[in-house]
């Protein structure tokens, strides 16, 4: 309600009655910023001082915040360089700033800030360690950011949060240091720091993945032990190693499970399992479990669209993809490229032509502008046997639904 803050800002302005604090003002730039609005939290800042109210470096870092969320590092740059008028950095500032710099890669300038932090005796913050090491992780600097965990608690007294083992037990996964993960996980416990199912559905996702399943009902039990109740992630997790091995059956009970827990399968946990059922050619409970989705509260998305339409094509189920194409293209889901051309050729060499009149008109309903359909469909029907009745199909189908200024000259 950006118009209606404008009239309050007014009357702020000229009612000389109230002197209003510093605060009020960092919250509107904070709004501007959240708005994608860089120029009003620019000029807010700006104006401040028409508002009989003094600017120091929290309304800075205020702007500096709101720049930041904008994407806006050069305006970030330009109000640096008259820092010194709102008086002295603080941790806030170094940190916005640390963050800018590793959100836009330039990860080393980031270091470069916090050593002229610590030169200039500002104190680092659990926000301003945890952005470097997430970045030191990032960059695949793991051995640069695990000095810097035990640095920040032995030379600064900053406390690792569940964040910083969380990006450490990733990095160490990532590169297969999977027993110096766990041992990460063990120091957390010991340091009072409770341990979260993110950190735990990393630490089973490598397990999986380094063929090493059978540790996984260990870590389970453990979760249960510590009181770490298993999320969403989690489950995908374990219903991804199961897809990984074609265990469908498997896959499908850890989905129960989460019922049954209380949890909600997403339209990933869906998406898993459709594709193994399709991989291993259960195409009927690939079906089912796909109509069943909205009923379970979850509706299909764009992948699942896919996932349906190239199992069915790859199936030969050729009438059931048509359906699935024309279901697709009524909710603005697009097929992949090389699909739709796959699933038009094998109509056209089996002389499916009712089947293909179907999908052509499908098609021409769903997309008639998009002329990179129409560059797949006219190539593929010229290069079959039948290629006078397809292109008589096409041109009957396309004078029935609309003009044949519909289709895009191709």
């Known amino acids: 309600m950006f118009d209606e803050l404008d009239q309050v800002l007014l009357h702020l302005k000229t009612d ?28 807010m800042f700006d104006e401040m001082p028409q508002y009989r109210c003094q600017r120091t470096v929290k309304s800075l870092n205020s702007l500096l915040s709101a720049l930041l969320k ?21 941790a806030c500032t170094y940190n916005i700033l640390i963050h800018g710099c590793s959100q836009s890669g330039c990860f080393d300038d980031a270091l470069k800030l916090f050593d002229e932090m610590v ?8 926000v301003t360690f945890g952005t470097l090491i997430h970045g030191l992780c990032k960059d695949s600097r793991v051995k640069e950011a695990l000095k810097m965990k035990h640095d920040m608690l032995k030379v600064y007294g900053v406390r690792p949060t569940v964040h910083i083992y969380a990006s450490l037990i990733k990095a160490l996964c990532q590169i297969g240091e999977l027993s110096f993960a766990f041992k990460l996980k063990d120091e957390a416990y010991e340091g009072k720091i409770k341990v979260d199912a993110a950190i735990y559905s990393t630490l089973i996702s490598s397990l999986i993945k380094a063929g090493r399943s059978n540790e996984v009902s260990m870590i389970l039990e453990e979760m249960s032990e510590k009181g770490c109740k ?7 997790v374990l219903i991804n190693g199961f897809c990984v ?9 850890v989905l129960d499970e989460m019922v049954e827990k209380g949890l ?12 193994v059922f399709f991989r291993i050619k259960k195409w009927e409970e690939a079906t089912y479990l796909f109509e069943d989705m909205p009923r379970r509260g979850c509706s299909p998305d764009t992948l699942s669209y896919r996932i349906v339409f190239d199992g069915l094509c790859e199936g030969l189920q050729f009438e059931e993809a048509a359906v699935i194409l024309d279901e ?15 699933f038009l050729q094998k109509l056209c060499e089996s002389g499916k032509l009712e089947i293909l009149s179907k999908v052509i008109s499908s098609l021409h309903r769903g997309i008639a502008g998009d002329a990179d359909v129409w560059s797949v469909m006219i190539p593929t029907m010229c290069k079959e046997p039948v290629i006078s009745d397809s292109i008589d199909l096409l041109l ?6 609309g003009p044949l200024s519909a289709m895009p000259q191709c």
């Open 16 to 43: 000389t009655r109230i002197v209003p604090t510093e605060i009020i003002f960092c919250n509107v730039i904070n709004f501007f910023g959240r708005g994608k609005l860089p120029s009003r939290a620019l000029h």
């Open 70 to 90: 904008c994407g806006e590092l050069e305006k970030m740059k330009e109000r640096l360089s008259s820092i010194d008028e709102f008086g002295k950095p603080d």
């Open 119 to 126: 030169k200039k005796k500002v104190k680092p913050t659990g």
């Open 230 to 236: 298993p999320d969403t992630v989690t489950y995908n």
């Open 245 to 253: 091995e074609n265990d469908s059956e498997s896959a499908n009970r």
């Open 264 to 275: 909600k399968p997403d339209v990933i946990s869906y998406n898993m399992i459709l594709g």
């Open 328 to 342: 697709m293209l009524f909710k603005g889901y697009k097929p992949r490229r090389d699909r739709l051309e796959g």
């Open 396 to 401: 009957n189908t396309v004078k029935e639904d």
